[in-house]
């Protein structure tokens, strides 16, 4: 008896050894090697099509997306809200990229179905040349219990800018690259709709929607030619979570964190929080998820709950 029990327990080891073994393997492959290797999507993406389209893609995560497509050859559509800033990042875009071409379209997604048509009229010339779509456009609203937030309108603002848009833009360019057989589509999520997002609740709905519905087309058009990738940050020193010009090794900068998941994890992983912190972070989340779940949902709504408070209470004073 005592025999078996050893044998067992000598089994179990040797499997998580494997699995801890494979993961870390796994981990290194895809964060690093498989770019070197060039087993990634990079060197082939002009083949997607010569035009990308990147929302939200005036400041931040998108602008570093729209930077770094353009660095490598892509004509690219910049969608966002303000014309001025629009106007700013294309010229700094043609700056840097002299051979490209740039088209900017203004619009406010938090306005709903009334921007689309406007939109189509804007890209349709271009149906059959766009490769690429990223959508990255997103809002976020206070850290605040449900019940506090003010105005029932935002959340039909959020709802609209981080799930409608990436909904209705999917289905308005779909349709030509998969008569092509090839297109990228890339949706931005976060890490907040991977676990517990107490006090954001809506902003973490609407990034789990993100990314259900981008693994689930992944699967869809996978036959069509059609690659898609949901991307999971956590905290990049941008303007919406407030940490412009704040990076550190765990809050990388965009460029940082977009050279992570568009020069390296591009066509080596589908659900991916690319860059190596936030990897690690989206792996021990929903490990513990899975085997603490109560645990796990009590830490995470008093170290929220707490830091809204002192928000809250700073913002008072
Ligand atoms: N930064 C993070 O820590 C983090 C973490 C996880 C996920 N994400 C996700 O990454 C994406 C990009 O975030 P970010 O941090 O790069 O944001 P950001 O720096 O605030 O930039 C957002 C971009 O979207 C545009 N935009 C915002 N609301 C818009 C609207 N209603 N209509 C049209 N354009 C609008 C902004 O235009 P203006 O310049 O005119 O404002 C700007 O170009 C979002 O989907 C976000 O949820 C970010």
């Not at 290194?28 to 929302?55: C, D, E």
């Not at 570093?64 to 875009?93: C, F, H, M, T, W």
């Not at 109560?294 to 408070?309: F, P």
């Amino acid at each position: 008896m005592v025999f078996c029990v050893e044998v067992f327990g000598w089994g179990i080891m040797v499997v998580m050894g494997a699995k801890l073994l494979f993961n870390c393997y796994d981990f290194f492959y895809a964060t690093y090697l498989a770019a070197a290797l060039g087993h990634n999507l990079v060197p082939k993406i002009k083949q997607f099509g010569s035009w990308a389209v990147v929302t939200g893609a005036t400041d931040g995560i998108g602008k570093a997306y729209a930077q770094q497509l353009a660095a490598l050859g892509l004509n690219i559509v910049l969608v966002s809200r303000s014309p001025v800033k629009l106007k700013q990042v294309s010229d700094e875009i043609s700056r840097q990229n002299r051979a490209i071409q740039i088209l900017t379209v203004a619009v406010d997604f938090t306005d709903g179905n009334a921007i689309y048509p406007k939109l189509k009229k804007e890209l349709s010339h271009l149906f059959g040349q766009i490769g690429i779509l990223v959508n990255n456009v997103g809002m976020k609203l206070p850290t605040c219990q449900i019940a506090d937030v003010p105005s029932g309108d935002q959340f039909n603002e959020i709802i609209n800018c981080n799930v409608m848009s990436m909904v209705r833009l999917t289905n308005m360019l779909l349709p030509a690259m998969r008569k092509k057989k090839r297109g990228l589509i890339i949706n931005i999520g976060s890490l907040a709709g991977t676990g517990f997002a107490p006090m954001r609740t809506t902003y973490g709905a609407t990034k789990a929607f993100v990314d259900k519905f981008s693994c689930d087309l992944a699967a869809e058009y996978r036959s069509d030619g059609i690659v898609v990738q949901s991307i999971l940050p956590g905290y990049v020193a941008t303007k919406l979570p407030g940490l412009s010009g704040k990076s550190s090794f765990d809050v990388p900068t965009a460029k940082t964190y977009v050279e992570a998941a568009l020069l390296r994890s591009l066509g080596v992983e589908t659900r991916t929080s690319a860059y190596w912190f936030h990897k690690i972070l989206l792996y021990w989340t929903e490990f513990l998820y899975f085997f603490v779940p109560n645990l796990v949902q009590k830490l995470t709504v008093s170290i929220i709950g707490r830091k809204a408070q002192m928000a809250n209470l700073q913002t008072r004073m």
